[in-house]
């Protein structure tokens, strides 16, 4: 392992596969911390859990992968949870409990809290994470944020949150390609450094101080597609954390920059590829309890 580390904060749930009978953690701060150990790099995790047996497997899994947890919040409830289906290899949600006892508690953030978190190169948290109001506390850090919106966001919003996200991922599958460059510089406008609008197996494409890279996808024989986006973003982020001076994603030359972008999208691509041929987030399957 290297000297760097990440954290995710945010989310945790167990996706239940329904046509299966199985379920596997899931989450999009969760699936970071653990895509990241699997590319190599040290990771933690800060959550929300339930104290409900479903939240004692995920911990456990994270114990199996050795992802520090120690910060985590422990509730009486129930942990989230949702509810999947496969069609011809693409994931359908079915419903959820909307992250559980997650969107009822605060997180109520301490200077302990603060002083823990500035070791780490890169915070990354999500739309599902009950978090925007923190984001201020969390930027106190110094610690640059990432920020996944997944396809679920509007002017507003994006106002609130990009004002504190240095890097900002959109998924844009859903949008005309105008609508994706209109979407990308607001994000832009309103405060981050790097977007990035993901738009399937059509590939991604980045925005860097009014620059924009392209990536194609890397194509494979999909099993499932849970968790594409959020592995893409992990490799990503790592990619560019690793070749960075001291692992500082900002301190480059526009040049050196748009150079490591675009390998680092590389990256992201090859390592979502092969998280499609495997079932789940990132496997570790039981029977839903």
């Given amino acids: 392992m290297e000297q760097y580390k990440v954290i995710g904060i945010g989310d945790n749930v167990v996706d239940k596969y329904v046509h299966q009978g199985v379920m596997y953690p899931g989450g999009n701060a969760l699936n970071f911390s653990a895509y990241a150990r699997m590319c190599g790099m040290n990771s933690s995790y800060l959550g929300k859990f339930g104290n409900d047996q479903v939240a004692h497997y995920i911990q456990r899994v994270l114990d199996e992968l050795e992802i520090e947890h120690s ?16 069609e011809n290899g693409d994931r359908v949600f079915l419903g ?22 500035k070791q780490f190169s890169v915070i990354h948290t999500s739309l599902n994470s009950y978090i925007e109001e923190d984001l201020a506390i969390l930027k106190t850090s110094h610690v640059p944020v990432s920020f996944d919106f997944s396809v679920r966001w509007n002017d507003e919003y994006l106002e609130r949150v990009c004002r504190y996200a240095d890097i900002s991922f959109l998924s844009c599958s859903h949008i005309t390609e105008s609508e994706r460059e209109r979407e990308m510089r607001k994000a ?50 790592i990619g560019m954390i690793r070749s960075s001076e001291n692992g500082t994603l900002f301190a480059d030359s526009d040049e050196e920059m748009l150079r490591k972008i675009k390998a680092s999208m590389e990256q992201g691509a090859a390592f979502a590829a092969k998280i499609c041929r495997i079932n789940g987030a990132f496997g570790h399957g039981t029977a839903i309890l």
């Avoid at 910060?71 to 496969?86: D, K, Q, S, W």
């Fill in 71 to 86: 910060r985590c919040r422990i509730f009486e409830g129930e942990n989230g949870y949702a509810r999947v289906t496969l």
């Fill in 188 to 237: 832009q406008a309103f405060g981050s450094k790097l977007v990035i609008g993901t738009v399937g197996e059509n590939g991604s494409f980045a925005l860097y101080k009014d620059q924009w890279i392209y990536q194609p996808a890397v194509l494979t024989e999909t099993v499932d597609t849970m968790g594409a986006g959020d592995s893409y973003l992990t490799a990503f982020l």
């Fill in 96 to 117: 959820s409990n909307k992250g559980g006892i997650a969107k009822e508690k605060p997180w109520n953030f301490t200077e302990d809290d603060l002083d823990y978190i």
